[in-house]
């Protein structure tokens, strides 16, 4: 699993022309792009989301934890692309959407149960994400 971060002043992911998650623009907040490969497991999202809760990344060296800072979470397999040959990436570490999906909301649903307010992107979905990267400040999480 990979989970891309970045520290944002806002952002929002719309599907079909309605905003589905949102970070304020008056708080500073996360938006975490989350990639499932093969191999992923519940125990490796719960790590994960222990990271993430608690990566000192926001002003004043604090975590998410620390202000209780509100994270967006947004599925994206391309985080697994392999652009090693050619100029077609192949998605091929990328699970597919039946692995992906109970994986990514076991994600959000560990960072629920450690106190985040966490909103997401819709699974699948065609989405335009918008974002005002804070710092600018991007993390790659793996384990």
Do not use: C
Not at 59 to 67: C, G, L
Not at 105 to 124: D, H, I, N, P, S
Request: hydrophobic content about 50%; overall charge negative; glycine content about 6%.
């Amino acid at each position: 699993m990979r989970v891309l971060v970045q520290r944002v002043s806002s952002a929002a992911v719309t599907v079909d022309q309605q905003v589905v998650g949102s970070i304020n623009p008056a708080s500073q907040g996360l938006l975490a792009f989350v990639g499932v490969t093969h191999d992923d497991d519940v125990d490796k999202t719960r790590r994960l989301a222990e990271k993430l809760w608690q990566l000192r990344i926001l002003d004043d060296e604090q975590s998410a934890a620390d202000v209780n800072a509100p994270i967006l979470v947004v599925s994206q397999f391309t985080l697994y692309a392999d652009t090693a040959k050619g100029r077609r990436p192949s998605w091929n570490a990328a699970a597919p959407g039946a692995v992906a999906e109970p994986l990514v909301g076991a994600f959000v649903k560990a960072l629920q149960q450690l106190g985040a307010e966490v909103q997401t992107g819709a699974f699948g979905a065609r989405m335009r994400v918008e974002l005002v990267n804070d710092g600018p400040v991007t993390v790659l999480l793996e384990l």
